[in-house]
């Protein structure tokens, strides 16, 4: 009888900027001043953005919404790290990654106030509409992209998911068919501690969930998702390696959900006092900051301005969300089938029916 070990793996975690700001030049991206202003702009408008959308929720001007406070880092460095022939497959906290690829913002609130015109990119932005069935997307990235390789099309596909999402089916259905096709496909998972009350500690006994692409035939990578350089750096690598027919990867980015699960939610009731105290204090976009202030590369001024710029840019996309005009019947049923089945087309009818009377659709 012999005994061998047939296989090994182990999780390298990749962190570039530490906590305090301090880089690690050595594993530092190369990236000309410009762009790295580029990337603390992004995160400073998307922190305003999410933090409009929180506000004009409480004020029922949208319907509920997910926060996405303190992973900025992970979705501008990720879509940063994209080519914008690529394609984003969002789950429902990437308002980050969708308006860095170009998803205009008003659009976005669009969307969070219930009207599905909202999810239509304009031309030449490579967004699919967010997802908010948990997982099922990752399987409509990795079917996109194996299309695109039967192609011969150089595009990768991004997709983001939670924590939690590495529970479902789909999740494994679509890491297996994307290690076993080699597709281009970048499972980008924003591992924020929590999948609504359930801890990520309660979710799976992996160690971590980078490990499970192993399983499935590729790499799985962690990276300190509060780190905007580091996430950029293993996003380049793991899109250049799809694009270059090296199969899919799988990015674990470990970071925090700072606000509640989305605003029907209260995790005060759920999480402790001092873990949210821990995770503030490593508040990417302060982070980034206190970098490029060490570089000279920003400084009081220019950061005031850039705030006061994206504050702007926020409330022209929110005066533009109320100003559009109201949705048809049209626009509420006609995004999901390119031929509607019956019954929708009866239920289309009998509102339109009911709104030509001037009657209550209720
Ligand atoms: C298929 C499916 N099951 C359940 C839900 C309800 N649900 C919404 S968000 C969520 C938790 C998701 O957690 P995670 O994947 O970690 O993402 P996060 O919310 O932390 O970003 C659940 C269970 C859903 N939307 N879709």
Known sequence: MTKKTVERFSVEMLQVLDEKGK?????????????????YRWMVLCRLFDRKAFSLQRQGRIGTYAQHEGQEATGIGVAMAMKKEDFLFPSFRE???????????????????????GSIAPQGVNCFPTSIPVGTHMLHAVGFSWGEKLRKNRTVAVTF???GATSEGDFHEAMNFAG??????VFVCSNNSYAISIARGKQTRSKTLAQKAFAYGFEGVQV??????????????????????????MIEAVTYRIGDHTTSDDASRY??????????????????????HGEKILDARAEKEILAKATI???????????????????????????????????????????GEGKNAE
């Open 23 to 39: 880089v690690d030049k050595k594993l530092a991206p190369k990236l000309a001043e410009k762009e790295l202003l580029e990337m």
């Open 95 to 117: 308002n980050h990654a969708l308006a860095c690829r170009g998803m205009p913002m008003e659009n976005l609130f669009m969307y969070w106030g219930g009207d599905e015109r």
């Open 161 to 163: 998911f939670g924590d």
């Open 180 to 185: 076993e096709f080699q597709t281009p496909t």
């Open 224 to 249: 300190d998702g509060n780190d905007a350089l580091g996430v950029y750096a293993v996003a380049s690598r793991a899109i250049e390696n799809a694009r270059n027919g090296k199969g899919p990867t």
């Open 271 to 292: 999480r402790p006092k001092e873990e949210v105290e821990y995770w503030k204090k490593r508040d990417p976009i302060d982070r980034f900051a206190k970098y490029l």
């Open 313 to 355: 840019k926020v409330e022209e996309a929110v005066r533009k969300y109320e100003s559009a005009k109201p949705q048809l019947p049209s626009d509420i049923f006609g995004h999901m089938f390119a031929q509607a089945p019956k019954v929708l087309k009866m239920q289309e009818e009998y509102l339109e029916k009911l709104l």
